[in-house]
């Protein structure tokens, strides 16, 4: 086999080669506990990862764009992001991810088969800045009870330096917890395509950081609040296919980034993670309020955002 032979190594980087196998039985036990990157991102390699690890020195765990399955991996690690989207891994994340992964900054597992709850112990790895389980079958129902929980847990708000929340495309119950307002950090947090209910949250509007709000094909009812109008950074707002209903508000011309087209560097490295994680295929200034129950006018206002692209 390919793999059997590269071992004891200090950076194992195999990016894009088109490898086609599995991976041999002991070959990650192999490779030393000296290892800083592991990337195999971006092949065609299969199996299932060995249940217990442990890589002291591991800086960056890149698995992403492959075929692996089975649980998430029990590694133990003192590494700062890692990539697993792309793939067929299932099960519940561990409760113990915190003890895992304490080091934890960046955390991508969009496009698998997780599913059951956020573990609440996740809030305690404190230097967490990017979170993506987007597109996966995350409920909020605790796997071993089977009992439905909160479906983003509050202790998410004990995160400071939370800065990307993606949620999406799972099946999400509940409403959106107020504890978020507190990470005061995020430039996106996306909820679109789950189950969440309730009034859209008038505290996002405290977040000045926010970029991009989309909340579409969901259950929320209510007014459009005007503290929407207040965020200053605000370049996508996506509330269509919900059950919105009244007026949209005039406010809406608060929406400055829009209107004046201001850019910053923050916002333009939110568009290279997106894009570099392949979260998003456009990045664009856009307001979408389609397939709800909005009367009324569309307000003169909107006529002021000259950087509004769709």
């Not at 599913?115 to 790895?125: F, K, W």
């Not at 330096?161 to 507190?182: D, M, P, T, Y």
């Not at 950090?185 to 395509?193: A, K, P, R, V, W």
């Not at 989309?214 to 605000?234: E, R, V, Y």
Request: charged share 15%.
């Amino acid at each position: 086999m390919w793999l059997q032979v590269q071992t004891k190594l200090n950076f194992v980087t195999l990016r894009n080669t088109g490898i086609e196998d599995i991976i041999p039985d002991g070959w990650f036990e192999g490779i030393g506990s000296e290892v800083t990157y592991l990337i195999l991102t971006n092949n065609i390699i299969k199996g299932r990862l060995p249940h217990k690890l442990a890589f002291p020195t591991l800086n960056t765990i890149d698995l992403s764009s492959n075929n692996f399955e089975g649980p998430f991996p029990l590694w133990s690690t003192n590494a700062t992001e890692l990539r697993l989207y792309e793939n067929n891994f299932s099960g519940s994340l561990p409760l113990n991810i915190d003890v895992l992964v304490p080091r934890m900054q960046k955390i991508y597992l969009f496009h698998n088969n997780f599913t059951g709850n956020i573990p609440s112990s996740l809030c305690e790895v404190s230097g967490l800045q990017i979170l993506s389980l987007r597109k996966n079958h995350f409920s909020g129902i605790d796997m071993f009870e089977n009992n439905l929980l909160d479906a983003i847990p509050e202790s998410l708000g004990m995160l400071p330096s939370l800065s990307v929340l993606l949620l999406n495309q799972n099946a999400f119950e509940g409403e959106i917890q107020e504890s978020l307002q507190n990470c005061s950090s995020l430039t996106n947090i996306d909820f679109g395509g789950n189950k969440l209910t309730g009034k859209l949250p008038s505290w996002v509007g405290k977040l000045s950081s926010l970029f991009m709000l989309p909340l579409q094909s969901n259950s929320f009812t209510g007014a459009i609040p005007d503290d929407l109008c207040s965020i200053p950074n605000l370049r996508i707002m996506d509330l269509s296919r919900n059950k919105i209903s009244g007026l949209i508000p005039k406010c809406i011309s608060n929406l400055t980034a829009l209107a004046r087209g201001t850019r910053n560097e923050v916002f333009q490295n939110l568009v290279f993670i997106v894009t570099r994680a392949r979260e998003y295929e456009d990045i664009v200034n856009s307001i979408n309020f389609s397939g709800n129950n909005i009367s009324g006018e569309i307000p003169r206002e909107v006529l002021g955002h000259s950087y509004l692209e769709s």
